[in-house]
């Protein structure tokens, strides 16, 4: 179903500026990781503030 | 009385490397955060590449081209390297900008640019094996800049045979040596403190 809607049988899409070009798919990969970078710095860790408070770790 | 060496052994590696050093069962408070899950989300995905990899390597190529395990084996292999490599640079990222080299930590740093420089090579001998025409492709273009450096003489990238014993017998064993000594290192030396904590860091003494 997935692969219905993003058909995937064909050279990927390129986007170009000046001498620098990437892939659709290569640049999608890079803003997730980046995406995933961030959320790893946001998103609070679980247990963390009772850690705190019993204050031994 | 002189003792035996592997009495020297014993003795120096149990005061290099004490078990709950190597083993800790507590963390300081500033890796609680998810930031440092990054690390052993590589390692896990590594661990899934040489599984994935055994099996590949006992089937052989045609197993993976004409099978539906054999195709869904060759894909767990693939999305793992994505997961590998997409890891290992959020890894990178994270260590990078809280400066991780910072006491004494310049070993841990560059074993850990070795196994990002190592793993680059094995997903490339990778793709130069996997029989399809997408490895043809990169064979040929590799050949041509590897001859256009002079290291063409001694790897030659069109060598299938010379690719697959690279990929299957060497490289993993080399990169995973390389992991072993970087997870020992950051037991050793111990998980590093955030910049705001590093008092002399702050005070430009480094």
């Known amino acids: 179903m997935f692969l219905a809607v993003l058909n995937l049988n064909h050279p990927a899409h390129f986007l170009n500026w000046g001498p620098l070009s990437i892939s659709i798919p290569n640049l999608v990969i890079i803003l997730v990781m980046v995406f995933l970078f961030i959320l790893a710095l946001m998103i609070p860790f679980p247990n963390h503030s009772q850690e705190n408070k019993e204050g031994e770790k | ?206």
Do not use: C
């Open chain 2, 1 to 206: 009385m002189s003792i035996s060496w592997t009495a020297k052994v014993r003795k120096s590696t149990l005061e290099k490397l004490p078990p709950d050093q190597l083993l800790p069962d507590t963390q300081p408070k500033y890796v609680a955060s998810w930031i440092y899950t990054f690390g052993v989300l590589t390692i896990a995905a590594f661990v899934m590449l040489v599984a994935s990899g055994l099996i590949l390597t006992i089937k052989g190529p045609n197993w993976w081209h004409v099978s539906h395990l054999g195709h869904f084996i060759n894909s767990i292999h693939l999305w793992n390297v994505e997961l590998f490599f997409a890891f290992m640079v959020i890894h990178l990222w994270g260590k990078f900008w809280m400066a991780a080299w910072r006491g004494k930590r310049f070993a841990t740093w560059a074993t850990g640019i070795f196994a990002f420089i190592g793993s680059i090579v094995t997903a490339f001998t990778g793709y130069l094996i996997q029989t399809n025409f997408d490895s043809q492709w990169i064979a040929t273009q590799a050949k041509d800049s590897f001859n256009s450096t002079g290291i063409g003489a001694i790897i030659n990238p069109l060598n299938t045979g010379q690719a697959i014993l690279l990929h299957v017998a060497m490289l993993p064993l080399i990169l995973g040596l390389i992991v072993v000594v970087h997870i020992i290192l950051v037991r050793r030396k111990g998980v590093v403190t955030p910049i705001s904590n590093d008092h002399q860091y702050m005070e430009g003494k480094f």
